[in-house]
Antibody, heavy 125, light 108 residues
Framework: QVQLQESGPRLVKPSETLSLTCSVS??????????WTWIRQTGGKGLEWIGY???????NYNSSLTSRLSILLDTSKNQFSLHLASVTAADTAVYYC?????????????????WGQGTLVTVSS | EIVMTQSPATLSVSPGESTTLSCRAS??????LAWYQQRPGQAPRLLIY???TRATDIPARFSGSGSGTEFTLTIIGLQSEDFAVYYC??????????FGQGTKVEIK
């Protein structure tokens, strides 16, 4: 299992961009063993998958967020990041970075093997 | 999107007792079902995957069963650290791999 730690601003103004970074230890983001994933949790909608990145250029985003979302990989720092533009109060949530195991033929299993501790991001002026 | 429904929303259990949590999928997910435990202020932790396989370092008092649309998580002899919220998640269709709304196991 890898260890994950989120970092970034806890307060973001409406219409601005929410940016978070996930630092990975105990494994390489280039290993191909994991799909590097973002998940958020709110009281109203529960746990919601945001998107993932794999192999630097393979991404998949939640269809409800895709127009505002980008997830990037920084292999030199062993990190991946989330950038969500034009935020509103509805984007207030605890954001988790997570590692989804890849299985046979490097197909994602969907099993969330490791989670970061989570960070509460509030969207407010 | 596959909808996961957990019941009950809250379970009141005395320490040392056993309990069973339920999770139902709106469509068959085969055995592609995981359970996670979330203690207050912490991230979810993988307990069970493939419906019945315990994750690394998970005690034997946790067991999962089921397939298709009906699943259960059983905890035998609840300990203080087991009072938490439990989520099921299907990954038969991943992404997004939908979660249930959770069952809170509280001290009676």
């Amino acid at each position: 299992q890898v260890q994950l730690q989120e970092s970034g601003p806890r307060l973001v103004k409406p219409s601005e961009t929410l940016s978070l970074t996930c630092s990975v230890s105990g494994g390489s983001v280039s290993s191909g063993f994991y799909y590097w994933t973002w998940i958020r949790q709110t009281g109203g909608k529960g746990l919601e998958w945001i998107g993932y990145i794999y192999d630097s250029n393979r991404v998949n985003y939640n269809s409800s967020l895709t127009s505002r979302l980008s997830i990037l990989l920084d292999t030199s720092k062993n990190q991946f990041s989330l950038h969500l533009a034009s935020v509103t109060a509805a984007d207030t949530a605890v954001y988790y970075c997570a590692a989804v195991a890849s299985g046979t033929n490097r197909i994602p299993t969907g099993i969330i093997d490791s989670w970061g501790q989570g960070t509460l991001v509030t969207v407010s002026s | 999107e596959i909808v996961m429904t957990q019941s009950p929303a809250t379970l009141s259990v005395s320490p040392g007792e056993s309990t069973t949590l339920s999770c139902r999928a709106s469509l068959s997910v085969d055995y592609n079902l995981a359970w996670y435990q979330q203690r207050p202020g912490q991230a979810p932790r993988l307990l069970i995957y493939d419906a019945s396989t315990r994750a690394t370092d998970i005690p034997a008092r946790f067991s999962g069963s089921g397939s298709g649309t009906e699943f259960t998580l059983t905890i035998i002899g609840l300990q203080s650290e087991d009072f938490a919220v439990y989520y099921c998640q299907q990954y038969n269709s991943w992404p997004p791999g939908t979660f249930g709304q959770g069952t809170k196991v509280e001290i009676k």
